[in-house]
């Protein structure tokens, strides 16, 4: 079996995925969201999953232009991403979240050259 992570971390994969007008709208769905999911009575161990997943693959999409573009024309993924950001299962959907947020917004990464420079 292929994980859909395993997909969107080539960028060459990315322009394919995103072609796909379902794409984006069934990754806001596997970050399990809505208490009314069709799957809500999975596992919880199975949602945390899950959800941390589907939060990396945004982050991974949101470092291409072409994704970022795509990410940004949707608001509902803005929206998910805040709520994974401050109410997600774990702490690496948290991370995953807060990095697509951090690279949709706009800012970029700057090396430090003096002090810790562990980013």
């Not at 917004?105 to 700057?110: A, I, K, P, T, W």
Request: charged share 25%; hydrophobic share 45%.
């Amino acid at each position: 079996r292929m994980m859909v992570l395993e997909l969107v971390i080539s960028d060459a994969n990315k322009p394919l995925l995103l072609a796909n007008d379902m794409f984006i709208p069934y990754l806001i769905c596997g970050l399990f969201l809505d208490p009314d999911h069709p799957r809500a009575d999975l596992k919880d161990e199975i949602k945390l999953w899950s959800q941390q997943m589907h939060a990396e693959c945004f982050a991974q999409l949101a470092l291409l232009p072409l994704g970022r573009d795509a990410l940004l024309d949707n608001p509902a993924v803005s929206e998910a991403l805040m709520e994974v950001a401050e109410r997600g299962m774990s702490e690496e959907a948290c991370g995953f979240a807060k990095a697509a947020l951090k690279s949709l917004s706009g800012d970029e990464l700057q090396m430090r050259t003096e002090g810790d420079k562990h980013m």
